[in-house]
């Protein structure tokens, strides 16, 4: 089991940044994968970025080179970032923390992103 909390949306304008976190505690060490999805109103949901246990990282093409996914252990917790820099309006939307623990998919609570022209 894994729980998942995350923080950081806001309203921004375009060109400006946030950094969205997600604090994982619980079965961390089974981690495979930790990433980040966003879903706008009327659209399905889409893969925004994801970094392996390994460190490996890949992007959605749309935010390649204006976003970043990093993560942090200490202890009993593992952390998720999401820095989004150069935001735009096509950016809005409610951004979902993702784990995966032994092929079985966790979910945040969802922070709602929204940034204005």
């Known amino acids: 089991q894994v729980q998942l909390v995350e923080s950081g949306g806001g309203l921004v304008q375009a060109g400006g940044s946030l950094r969205l976190s997600c604090v994982a505690s619980g079965s961390i060490f089974s981690i495979n994968a930790m990433g980040w999805y966003r879903q706008a109103p009327g659209k399905q949901r889409e893969l925004v970025g994801v970094?392996?246990?390994?460190?490996?990282?890949?992007?959605a093409d749309s935010v390649k080179g204006r976003f970043t996914i990093s993560s942090f252990r200490d202890n009993a917790k593992k952390t998720v970032f999401l820095q989004m820099n150069s935001l735009k309006p096509e950016d809005t939307a409610a951004y979902y923390c993702?784990?995966?623990?032994?092929?079985?998919?966790?979910w945040g609570q969802g922070t709602q992103v929204t940034v204005s022209s």
């Open positions: 993702n784990v995966i623990v032994a092929g079985l998919d966790y």
């Open positions: 970094i392996t246990s390994g460190g490996r990282t890949n992007y």
